[in-house]
């Protein structure tokens, strides 16, 4: 257990039977009425980021999460199938736990699944992947009305802005953390 006194950016809070990442504190003592403690917490499930204030002397349970090297085998709509690459068991994981993170996924990509009690509360995926292009128009030289970019469907069916000078079966990379265009690969 430890007190809101005591967050510091990185750990991992349970509160109301949810996981929290402490992103920052800050304790503050007003010349009238009592100190607290405002952080800024993200919700390990959803993503969401919210602000919070206790009581310096409120206490909460600490949650260490484990990570796991991973590999993404396949889908069935709603359910996602990784092996465990320390023990080869398969594991599977709903849509909404993997949230933003599915319109990546390609098979046989390795990712690091974040365990707490033996289940899943959150993936990783590499921060840049390569992607094939299947489908984007073609680009005539000197056409730049548009802005310099063009959408492009990829492999996995997400869209992305890409350059013009893209085409269809072109690899590129692209960054998971922000979903857009990075390079070519």
Do not use: C
């Amino acid at each position: 257990m430890i007190t809101a006194r005591q967050f510091k950016s990185g750990f991992v809070i349970e509160i109301e039977n949810e996981l929290y990442l402490v992103l920052g504190s800050q304790h503050t003592k007003p010349g009238k009425g009592g100190a607290f403690v405002k952080a800024r917490l993200k919700n390990l499930q959803n993503g969401a980021i919210a602000e919070r204030t206790f009581r310096p002397e409120d206490t909460f349970p600490r949650a260490y999460i484990e990570t796991k090297k991973m590999q993404y085998l396949y889908n069935d709509h709603s359910t996602y199938h990784f092996m465990d690459q320390s023990t080869y068991e398969e594991i599977q994981i709903k849509k909404d736990t993997l949230g933003d993170n599915v319109k990546f996924l390609k098979d046989g990509m390795e990712i690091t699944a974040s365990v707490y009690k033996d289940s899943i509360v959150g993936i990783a995926l590499p921060s840049f992947i390569n992607l094939k292009v299947t489908y984007t128009e073609e680009w005539i030289k000197g056409d730049t009305a548009k802005g310099g970019s063009k959408p492009a469907t990829l492999e996995t069916g997400v869209a992305i802005k890409v350059p013009l000078f893209i085409n269809t079966d072109d690899i590129i990379k692209v960054d998971t953390r922000t979903g857009g265009y990075a390079g070519r690969a």
